[in-house]
């Protein structure tokens, strides 16, 4: 199993961009894949990239696609979300998990998740 720590987040205004990191620990953290998910009030947690441990291959919800990037280093301890022209809607508690089974999308094949980092943006 690994530790996740997510950090970035904060208040932005529309328009603006963050770049989300998401430091891991573990012998194994290399191997695993990661993706990130965001959970707004009241909603339920969205999907929305994943990334294998290689960093060769990578899925987005397709709300997501064109906005955010996900990307990582082979070998490195952290992965990275990057947030282009953020939106009011967008605003959320952002998590990051990993996942043995490489980049998958569904939350159940996550067995690891850090205590996500609060992302709110303003008109």
């Known amino acids: 199993q690994v530790q996740l720590v997510e950090s970035g987040g904060g208040l932005v205004q529309a328009g603006d961009s963050l770049r989300l990191s998401c430091e891991g620990s573990g012998r194994s953290f290399r191997y695993y894949g990661m993706g990130w998910f965001r959970q707004a009030p009241g909603k339920e ?29 082979y070998g490195d301890s952290t992965v990275y979300l990057q947030m282009n022209s953020l939106k009011p809607e967008d605003t959320a508690v952002y998590f990051c998990a ?5 980049a998958v999308t569904r939350a159940a094949d996550f067995g690891s998740w850090g205590q996500g980092t609060q992302v709110t943006v303003s008109l």
């Open 45 to 73: 947690r969205e999907f929305i990239a994943a990334i294998s441990w290689s960093g060769a291959n990578t899925v987005y919800a397709d709300t997501m696609k064109g906005r955010f990037t996900i990307s990582r280093n």
């Open 98 to 102: 990993a996942s043995v089974k490489g």
